[in-house]
């Protein structure tokens, strides 16, 4: 059989920012599963089909356990021992110890709780956009815009003093941003660590309206609230930071749909999903067959990592009318962004709130906003980041 992609690419296509690199393209033309040769020398398969990632993602078969993820699908590591995921960092666990550790924070981001959040939101974006407008007539809407507004509500919502939401945030951009080097991004990791342990440590001492110190009643351990939040504060910035900043991009160069947003304020529900769908931020998953598994006329053997491209799957024809062109008013959703099954992102209904109010708060306040240099020379995140986007995005409007 024909293996149509041997490594991952290492960059989109020049002037096609918003689409998956073309050799994914190709990849699921030519099938939405095929092998893919693991620079460790693994065997496993990549897999580039709606239809196969959205099972896989259901599937208990396949495992998330950090301690299986021992091939990495552009770098070889040797023989490296991969320890479990540390107590309270969910995402890379199996049931049950998943459930312990997501099941007392399903509460607290229902859609109803979030949607209580909005008029706060709606304070954080109106306070950035007048910082924007009064330092204007230009801005890098990274960070006056996309990078604050998410920070600030994740942060509050943990309960993350104000003073040290810039160094937090500092941190974060380090270990998720793809572009520092191995000593860098441990010191960095190392350092988010710490200051977790010791606010754990202070929101039991003294608590506080907050979701972390509403954990600290519970039989939770400090080390676990210390995972918990690591994966809540890193997981609610740097998502949502990029969606803001690469989905504004994308409207801009798309000036018939940012029309038809800006004269129809309804429209704002549906755009968000299709920005969601059309960027593909998070633009894959990794998974690892327990037992064999039947799947798309393949046997995936016990053992095998299977690694699923979001954002070809959320480009798949047999699932999108004209999936790559970006529609506001497409009808056909169930976008694969926020994964699915047991790991479908808890703070989905957050960030959905965040773009619903920040975008046309934007929009609105900038009716000439625009970029302030050519588009093909906004910087783009590296395909390496865990999070695609724009390392900045300047802008300038009519004062």
């Known amino acids: 059989m024909e293996i149509p992609l041997t490594k991952m690419p290492t960059a989109r296509q020049p002037g096609c920012p918003f689409d998956p690199p073309k050799e994914l393209i190709q990849t699921r033309e030519h099938s939405p599963i095929t092998p893919y040769p693991f620079p460790s020398g693994h065997q496993g398969w990549l897999i580039t089909g ?35 995921a540390p107590p309270g960092e969910f995402l890379l666990m199996d049931e049950p110890q998943h459930s312990r550790y997501r099941k007392p924070l399903v509460g607290k981001f229902t859609v109803r709780r979030m949607r209580l959040l909005t008029e706060r939101v709606e304070q954080v974006t109106a306070e950035h956009l007048d910082a924007m407008e009064k330092a204007g007539p230009s801005a890098d809407l990274v960070t006056a815009f996309a990078k604050p507004i998410p920070a600030i509500v994740i942060c509050e919502l943990l ?129 690892v067959a327990l037992e064999d598994v039947e799947l798309g006329g393949q046997t995936i053997k016990a053992g095998t990592t299977v690694i699923l491209s979001g954002n070809t799957a959320n480009r798949d024809p047999e699932r999108f009318t004209d999936p790559h062109v970006l529609d506001i008013r497409r009808q056909d959703g169930g976008h694969l962004t926020f994964g699915h099954g047991i790991h479908q992102c808890l703070g989905q209904q957050l960030a959905r709130v965040e773009m619903r109010v920040a975008f046309p708060a934007l929009l609105n306040r900038f009716p000439t906003l625009r970029l302030a240099v050519p588009a093909d020379e906004v910087a783009l995140r590296p395909e390496t980041a865990d999070i695609y986007g724009v390392k900045s995005l300047p802008v300038t409007w009519d004062a």
């Open 159 to 287: 309960g993350v003093p104000y003073e040290d939401r810039g160094r937090f945030q500092d941190n974060i951009d380090k270990f998720l941003g793809g572009e520092v080097s191995d000593e860098e991004l441990i010191a960095a990791y190392t350092a988010v660590q710490q200051y977790l342990a010791e606010l754990v440590v202070a929101k039991r001492a003294n608590p506080t309206d907050d979701v972390l110190s509403d954990l600290t009643d519970s039989d939770l351990t400090d080390e676990e609230l210390q995972g918990m939040a690591l994966i809540l504060l890193s997981a609610g910035f740097d998502t949502t930071a990029n969606m803001l900043a690469l989905g504004t991009f994308a409207l801009l160069q798309n000036p018939e749909q940012l029309a038809a947003l800006r004269a129809e304020p309804t429209l704002i529900e549906p755009a968000v999903e299709e920005l969601l769908r059309y960027l593909s931020v998070l633009r894959a998953f990794q998974r």
């Open 50 to 84: 709606y239809d196969l990632a959205r099972s896989v993602l259901a599937d208990p078969r396949f495992s998330s356990r950090k301690e299986l993820m021992r091939h990495h699908p552009t770098i070889d590591y040797g023989d490296i021992e991969v320890p479990p």
